[in-house]
């Protein structure tokens, strides 16, 4: 089983950028298809961004398409998720997500996904 870990976030203003880091550890880590999801209080949680074992594919959610780039080291165990151009909307408790030897398909669902961090939390001011 891998275990995740995310860093980054913090209090931020409208319009300024951020850089999530999610740090996997436990198993080979190009073998997992990674995701960032996020969840405000009382509400589902929301997939945000995707990206294939190698990098070669990435998915994103409609409100931040444009806006955020997810990316992936796998020589650092390493996914980020670049967070630009902030909204208050998208305060929200942020979740790193692994697939083992996942294709990718139903990317964007919760249950697809084997492993999750613990969450780091982004708030954006007005």
Do not use: H
């Amino acid at each position: 089983q891998v275990q995740l870990v995310e860093s980054g976030g913090g209090l931020v203003q409208a319009g300024a950028s951020l850089r999530l880091s999610c740090v996997a550890s436990g198993r080979t880590f190009n073998r997992y298809f990674m995701g960032w999801f996020r969840q405000e209080p009382d509400k589902e949680r929301e997939f945000v961004a995707a990206i294939s074992r190698f990098g070669v594919s990435t998915y994103y959610g409609d409100s931040v398409k444009d806006r955020f780039t997810i990316s992936r080291d796998n020589a650092k165990n390493t996914v980020y998720l670049e967070m630009n151009s902030l909204k208050p909307e998208d305060t929200a408790t942020y979740y790193c997500a692994a697939r083992y030897m996942s294709s990718g398909s139903g990317y964007y669902a919760v249950a697809a996904y084997d492993a999750w961090g613990q969450g780091t939390q982004v708030t954006v001011s007005s």
